[in-house]
């Protein structure tokens, strides 16, 4: 995979499971059944990453997502992309995120990642 097909992948990651009539179905397409995530301290399975997903459709209602940096090397992606969402009352949140993606058959199975708050309060993207 080239840098631009990386690039281009993970656009259409983003795009696809923060629409808001995304299911399990759009997850399946992109996510292996045994995904992990470690963000900061904090680890999600697939179903708790399924569930998390509800939760920030659910707060936040438009998402910009960035991506700042990607490189690829075999099945591996690292990336840095920033994220600035608002919510129905006007909140805003901004946050980069540093990922280091492990791919699959053509899926994401492991996602390590560094969460950096740059406006707004990590509890509207905060995993536990």
């Keep these: 995979m080239t840098d631009e ?8 990651l983003f795009a696809a499971v923060l629409s808001p009539g995304a299911d399990a179905r759009v997850v399946d397409r992109y996510f292996t059944a045994d995904y992990q995530q470690q963000t900061n301290e904090a680890r999600l399975d697939r179903a708790r990453f399924e569930e998390h997903l509800v939760e920030i459709k659910t707060k936040w209602q438009s998402f910009d997502v960035r991506f700042l940096d990607v490189i690829a090397s075999g099945n591996r992606i690292a990336e840095i992309h920033r994220v600035r ?3 129905a009352d006007g909140e805003t949140m901004t946050a980069l995120f540093y990922g280091f993606w492990t791919l699959r058959d053509g899926k994401v199975c492991k996602l390590d990642e560094a969460l950096r708050m740059l406006e707004g309060d990590e509890a509207g993207v905060a995993l536990d």
Aim: charged share 45%; glycine share 0%.
């Design 5 to 12: 097909e990386a690039r281009a992948f993970l656009e259409e």
């Design 85 to 87: 969402t608002e919510a």
